[in-house]
């Protein structure tokens, strides 16, 4: 980035409106899992209270602080995640993580229809040191959602 | 006065341009950058100078172990050690305290023992400590903080009593920049007989620290943090207690006689500097405190409250900001810590850096300081001794169009 313009390139407005209001805020009464993420650098916090039916995420609850990349992009997650089943998430999320870690990852994210929805996130993998914002629920996620508990 | 614009030209990084903007540094209590002075004592030691020391015989031992040994004395010098037997160099601040409290605290402490510490403290002087009382079934206690992020002394008789063993603590803190009345506390401690460790992280490189006049047993501090290299810190100890103390790494170095049965440890400081030490660092270290010497810590220190003060002074102008720590400069450091509404820390350091001005966002490695004002994390802007008025200017400035930036999108 050479100046505050491209900074359009981080702050979309979809972004910013996400990290303004990030939704979710329902609270669930008995969840059937509690998530918590915490990026321990920075102090990014993130908790996903989610209901399970059928195999599949039903209702979810979201708790965020921290910067404007890590709130929208853990809203964004939940949107593309309600409703869906389980094994879907978990390749949704593998895609997702892929294309911030891997040079030549870009493919399988454009292929993936779920993730349109997620592409104001996308031009964060030019900021080396925010994408660690965008990724931290996705792994939070990717990491837990699947466990045996 | 402290001609800070002409300081600056000695910094050739300062001279770099960050995003088509002149760099701009605010990132002091995090690591600081170095004249071309530090620069090349290290690059001559390297082309000159390189050998292994107080072993070899040969001319270029002889001249590495002299250099060394150089910078110990200038090291005591520069806090006022009544000897360089009490000047142990270790990586930095952290391993300092790390050895304290491996070597010290495992041989003195035990399950009646207490060991007193702040809420200002940098994870660096809480975790060695907590994994201590796990080992030795002993207690940790913190003594509190105010609102305003000063230490509340009130009870500290209560605090610091006849189990307490160790009293260690900040005197700067690297959060929000409080500076501590340590010498109170140093007494308060001596009047039960329990040791000090003082963190000088913060401090040794802004204002002048006199050991012998603190009475401390111990004092930590690194290099990276006072224009000189990464990698090289100090740990100050009282010469008898160091003598009592038992070692902390094994190996070369570090011995007097080894047989294939048993070793006995050298003399001190080598009992506690084990293996080849970072020689290239030590001299640099040298050289930073050479530099810092032409300019006088008294100067350094007043330069940084006259910062502090135009930047309090001009931030507090900004709706809603959230300073914390200390009003007063005298209770504070050239440091400030503080929260803008609706621009979270990190969207603002990505702002700024877009105007190359380096600040730090997070919980600056000390979370538990952080969430108990209140907070997730803080922007924190720092200062040395190249730091001028006119930047602050700026900083300020671009702060508030930050503001607008993230209310307009």
Sequence with gaps: MSNTENLSFVYKKEILDRSSNPGFEKKIKNPDKIIKGLNPFCGDEVKFSILLSDNRVSSINLEVEGCAVHKASSSILCAIIIDESINHIQGICDDFISFFKNENADSKIYQNSKLKLASSLFDIKSNQIRIKCALLSWNTIYNNLFSKN | ?409
Excluded at chain 2, 87 to 104: D, H, M
Excluded at chain 2, 373 to 385: C, D, E, I, Q, T
Aim: hydrophobic letters at 35%.
């Design chain 2, 1 to 409: 006065m402290i001609q800070s614009q002409d300081i600056a030209k000695d910094f050739p990084i300062l001279q770099r341009k960050i995003n088509d903007n002149k760099l701009i540094y605010f990132d002091n209590a995090a690591t600081t950058q170095k004249p071309t002075h530090v620069i090349e004592s290290i690059s001559n030691f390297y082309s000159n100078t390189n050998s292994n020391i107080h072993r070899g015989v040969h001319t270029l031992s002889m001249e590495s172990t002299y250099e060394y040994d150089q910078a110990k004395d200038k090291v005591a010098e520069f806090i006022n050690s009544p000897n360089s037997e009490s000047i142990i160099f270790t990586r930095g601040t952290t391993e300092s305290i790390n050895l304290v409290a491996e070597t010290w605290g495992k041989a003195n402490l035990d399950e009646s023992s207490e060991i007193v510490i702040t809420e200002l403290e940098h994870h660096s002087n809480i975790v060695p400590w907590q994994e201590l009382i796990k080992e030795t079934n002993s207690k940790l206690k913190y003594i509190p903080i105010n609102s305003d992020g000063t230490l509340n002394y009130e009870n500290l008789n209560q605090i610091i009593n006849s189990n307490t063993k160790i009293v260690s603590l900040t005197h700067v803190s690297n959060g929000i920049g409080t500076i501590n009345n340590i010498k109170k506390i140093i007494k308060e401690a001596q009047s039960v007989g329990a040791i000090t460790l003082i963190d000088a992280a913060q401090s040794a490189p802004h204002m002048p620290i006199d050991v012998q006049d603190l009475g401390c047993d111990f004092l930590a501090f690194s290099g990276h943090k006072m224009l000189g290299p990464t990698g090289i810190g100090v740990l100050y100890g009282k010469k008898d207690i160091l003598e009592e103390m038992p070692a902390y790494q094994k190996g070369g170095d570090m011995i007097l006689e080894v047989t294939y049965e048993k070793s006995s440890w050298n003399e001190v400081p080598f009992k506690f500097e084990a293996g080849t030490p970072n020689i290239a660092g030590a001299i640099g270290l040298k050289s930073a405190i050479d530099y810092l010497n032409l300019i006088s810590m008294d100067s350094i220190r007043e330069h940084e409250k006259e910062l502090t003060e135009h930047i309090l002074k001009e931030m507090r102008n900004i709706d809603g900001i959230d300073i914390l720590g200390p009003e007063s400069v005298e209770d504070r450091a050239g440091l400030v810590s503080f929260n803008i509404p609706n621009v979270h820390p990190h969207d603002l350091g990505t702002y700024l850096d877009t105007k190359g001005i380096a600040i730090r966002t997070g919980h600056h490695c000390a979370m538990p300081l952080i969430k108990k004002l209140g907070s997730h994390s803080s922007a924190r802007a720092s200062f040395y001794v190249y730091n001028t008025k006119n930047e602050i200017n700026e900083f300020v400035t671009q702060i508030n169009n930050s503001i607008k930036y993230f209310d307009n999108v």
